[in-house]
């Protein structure tokens, strides 16, 4: 298939109502990645909003498969790498955006951010030189946003962890092993003072 055959399958997959269909898309998605170069401009972007879409497809629909999220978060870490570092100042806000929906989309753009800098971790044979110096220097132009996201997203869900064992772990055992005194200091902050006070009132 030429690029644009594989674009108007992608699509149509997408938008059916079966499951199979939808999962078609992806695997038609992840062989685009090997042929990127092949598309036009605009057929990236018609590409990054597919990856977007299906990101929060999976997020709203609270689907708990590993496997899927795993998929769907991949999937669109790997559109931020091939469409490189001047797009990710239109799709990087938006995915970062969706976490603010619930503990299931946080959780896949957290897996998004793990995906990102694989190529910078690991040896990829497909993307050196200029290539993995641009994606170094997007990475770390972008850490003022990531970071502050990853460290929300781990006392979030650390918090949720917390919550519930409150309701019938023993209170000494929590101030032994200092999270009282976590959620005391979390208490200045506007953005875990509720999740701390109600840890604290249990």
């Known amino acids: 298939m030429d690029a644009e055959q594989i674009l108007h399958v992608i699509v149509n997959a997408q938008n059916a109502a079966s499951l199979q269909e939808r999962q078609m898309a992806e695997q038609i998605f992840e062989q685009v990645k090997n042929r990127w170069q092949e598309f036009s401009a605009d057929e990236h972007v018609h590409l990054a909003r597919l990856a977007a879409d299906r990101l929060k497809e999976v997020g709203n629909a609270g689907n708990d498969c590993w496997a899927i999220k795993c998929k769907a978060s991949a999937l669109f870490a790997e559109v931020l790498r091939q469409e490189g ?15 603010s929906i619930g503990p299931s989309q946080a959780e896949l753009v957290a897996m998004v951010l ?9 040896h990829n044979e497909d993307i050196l030189g200029l290539q993995m110096q641009a994606l170094l220097k997007g990475l770390l132009a972008a ?4 970071l502050p996201f990853l460290y929300k997203a781990a006392v979030d869900a650390t918090l949720s ?8 772990a023993p209170v000494p055992m929590f101030a032994q092993h200092g999270l009282l005194d976590a959620c005391g200091h979390l208490l200045a902050s506007t953005d875990f003072q509720l999740q701390a006070c109600s840890f604290l009132r249990q």
């Open 143 to 146: 850490l003022p946003e990531i």
């Open 161 to 168: 962890a917390v919550q519930a064992y409150a309701d019938w």
């Open 85 to 99: 570092v001047s797009s990710w100042g239109l799709l990087l806000p938006e995915v970062l955006s969706l976490a």
């Open 114 to 122: 793990r995906w990102v800098p694989e190529d910078v971790t690991v």
